[in-house]
């Protein structure tokens, strides 16, 4: 299993960026997936959800109405488009399989 994600950088608040995650070693398509995120001294939280097929999604408090997580199954690849930033959004944001398979990580930094 492998998942690289990409996309992260600098950008000035109420900006936008649009993560991706590459994903190979296993059928996509049959798998939920999810973002996470992970800020300086803080646990990793649970940002989005999305089932198999894309049908189905769901988002964390803290960005919903802002993000917006989709996946193309033909290029097993998952995305996070991330509207509105804000400084609170500044984190290392990783995408997950189900079981113990995370990604390296993309660092997003929200910032003036």
């Known amino acids: 299993v492998q998942l690289v994600e990409s996309g992260g950088g600098l950008v000035q608040p109420g900006g936008s960026l649009r993560l991706s995650c590459a994903a190979s070693g296993f059928t996509f398509r049959k798998y939920a997936m999810s973002w996470y995120r992970q800020a300086p001294g803080k646990e990793r939280e649970l940002v989005a959800v999305i089932s198999s097929a894309g049908g189905s999604t769901d988002y964390s408090d803290s960005v919903k109405g802002r993000f917006t997580v989709s996946r193309d199954n033909a290029k097993n690849t998952l995305y996070l488009q991330m509207n509105s930033l804000k400084p609170e959004d500044t984190a290392v944001y990783y995408c997950?399989?189900?079981?113990?398979?995370w990604g390296q990580g993309t660092q997003v930094t929200v910032s003036s």
């Open positions: 997950k399989m189900p079981g113990p398979y």
